[in-house]
């Protein structure tokens, strides 16, 4: 039964360039005297450090530990020690730089103890957690973590599991090499995923311009005895785009409010399924992957590259030619100028092109749009470019947010078409980051925000707390000095609520007198270094004020006597 396909919208057909990489078989890099090894290889968070400098490491083994279920190991590609965790550049247009692990290779390329598994023998669960410690991610380009994806949707069942073998980017051909060489390993991984989905279908979908994957795919299925349908679908970039292959394959069309396990459908790169059965049946971690290197050099062609080993090296084996002048890392549609040779392949380096004047000419100079609506008759996702250029361009970020900005995949259809020459591509991934920036310095004022006003409500509390204890030892201690009267029946008494800021006052007025009698104590007197006729006068001073003392004594007593003796007391 043939399978049915459909179309999905937009799209263009740019000049494969496909032929000259895939003249020769697949070839094995050497091991480089240096490997840089990024720690942050995937989508999710960035793996911990489990190696320190002077540090011997095997092939295989662990050098950065999962960051939460969203994040994926990083091993060493080689035996070696490691000479340096420190900050390196990235593969990265920005060309910032990210912790990496140093790794000086000893030649002996000395593995970890591996154990084949069955999957079959063990909880999906647990075969989720080997994969995401084994650093499995999706080597088509995304690297999103597989065992996230593994996990089915609880609500919905599984329709279709898409297997995506398209490689719809010009000059683009590690995976047809792949699947022509090592089909078998791919079906196998495939197995290994539908186990855990347990889809009603699988469907393994490849451009039409490479028949020899075609049928090495289809006679592995049947070699194996499965049930997966291999079939041929148009050539059309970017039909390797997971939503495009799902919508050509399925007739779905995943929206952008969902993910496509919430349609019944989940899609996968071949590279990514060929490195889940390595994982898996031999104890391999990710350690390599296979590049394709192109465009204008000597001896084109597809080679499995450690990663870590720095571009320069990898660039050399495929000789490039004097008048190189740019080395690009992906394709010409999505792919980006590399910043710096000394960057390092890494899991999302599946090609290399060194460009030249003659194969990329300069671009031509931006001119006014014109409103032609070219871009949105070649957008796949049935955008509208030209007015989020115009957004773009003006900083009307929440204008670009409303025509869907972030549907945008960047494919660059809408600038391969614009006859204006306008890069619009880059406009839209200006206008991404701008609005993250944004997003990342509001979260972070927020947060400052409510740390603040929580200080302040301790500081409150705390104040009240303190008055209130001051004016609890106030009372117990006043208590202590009233003297204790002859009471006839004690009644109970409701204890008075203290005014927290009456206590407060009355603690800082007697700290205050507290102060002002230390301060007369402090004081001199005076009376030091006194001449003999100054202490004569002292002296006869006294002695005249000894006479009104006692008398000022005495009246008190005098009068208290009399209190005593009173008529109104003796009746």
């Known amino acids: 039964m043939l399978q049915r396909l459909f179309k999905f919208k937009g799209g263009v057909k740019p000049a494969t360039n496909k032929a000259p990489s895939v003249q020769a078989p697949l070839r094995i890099a050497p091991i480089p005297p240096l490997l840089v090894v990024p720690l942050h290889q995937s989508i999710g968070g960035q793996p911990t450090p489990l190696v320190e400098v002077g540090d011997r490491v095997l092939k295989g083994q662990p050098i950065g530990a999962a960051d939460k279920w969203v994040s994926a190991a990083v091993h060493a590609p080689t035996s070696g020690t490691v000479i340096a965790v420190e900050e390196r550049v990235a593969a990265h247009p920005s060309g910032l730089l990210t912790l990496s692990v140093v790794i000086e290779p000893d030649g002996q390329d000395e593995w970890i103890e591996r154990h084949s598994l069955d999957h079959a023998s063990l909880e999906p669960e647990r075969v989720r957690e080997i994969l995401r410690d084994s650093g499995v991610v999706g080597l088509g380009g995304a690297v999103f973590p597989s065992h996230v994806k593994l996990t089915p949707a609880a609500s919905v069942p599984m329709d279709e599991l898409v297997i995506n073998g398209a490689e719809c980017e010009p000059f683009m051909t590690c995976d047809d090499l792949l699947m ?6 791919i079906v196998r991984g ?17 451009e039409d311009n490479k028949p020899e994957a075609v049928a090495t795919m289809q006679a592995a299925v049947e070699a194996l005895g499965e049930n997966f349908e291999v079939v041929a679908v148009p050539t059309r970039y970017p039909a390797g785009g997971a939503k495009q292959l799902i919508r050509v394959l399925t007739g779905k069309e995943v929206p952008a409010s969902k993910r496509s396990p919430e349609m019944g459908v989940q899609c996968f790169n071949v590279a990514t399924a060929y490195s889940a059965w390595r994982a898996i049946a031999f104890g391999e971690p990710v350690i390599s992957r296979i590049v394709t290197l192109t465009g204008n050099v000597e001896q084109p062609g597809n080679w499995e590259i450690l990663l870590g080993t720095p571009m320069q090296e990898v660039i050399a084996l495929a000789g ?14 999505m792919g980006f100028d590399l910043p710096d040779l000394s960057a390092p392949v890494v899991k999302a380096t599946n090609c290399i092109i060194a460009g030249s004047p003659t194969l990329f000419p300069p671009p031509a100079p931006e001119m006014p749009c014109i409103r032609c609506g070219a871009c949105a008759l070649a957008c796949p996702h049935e955008l509208q470019p030209f007015e989020l250029y115009w957004f773009s361009r003006s900083r009307n970020f929440g204008k670009a947010q409303e025509y869907n900005l972030f549907d945008c995949i960047e494919c660059g259809c809408c600038s391969y078409v614009c006859p204006s020459h306008i890069p619009l591509v880059q406009y839209f991934r200006f206008a991404k980051s701008e609005i993250w920036s944004r997003e990342r310095d509001k ?18 509390r705390e104040k009240a707390e303190k008055a209130e204890r001051l004016a609890k030892a106030a009372a117990a201690k006043a208590a202590e000095k009233k003297p204790d009267l002859p009471q006839a029946a004690p009644e109970p008494v409701e204890t008075p609520t203290v005014d927290a800021e009456a206590a407060k006052k009355a603690a800082i007025a007697a700290a205050m007198e507290r102060a002002r009698l230390q301060r007369e104590a402090a004081q001199p007197k005076n009376t030091d270094g006194l001449t003999i006729a100054q202490r004569k006068e002292i002296a006869e001073i006294e002695k005249r004020r000894a006479p009104l003392q006692a008398q000022q004594q005495a009246k008190p007593n005098a009068e208290g006597v009399q209190t005593q003796n009173s008529p109104k007391d003796q009746q």
């Open 443 to 460: 979260n972070m004022a927020d947060a400052a925000k409510a740390r603040f006003e929580f200080r302040n409500e301790r500081d409150e």
């Open 320 to 333: 490039p030619k004097a008048d190189t002048n740019r080395f690009v890392m992906g394709g010409p549609m």
């Open 190 to 206: 495939v197995a290994i995923f539908r186990d855990l989905l347990r889809p009603k279908r699988v469907l393994i979908g490849i």
């Open 180 to 185: 022509r060489e090592r089909a078998e390993g």
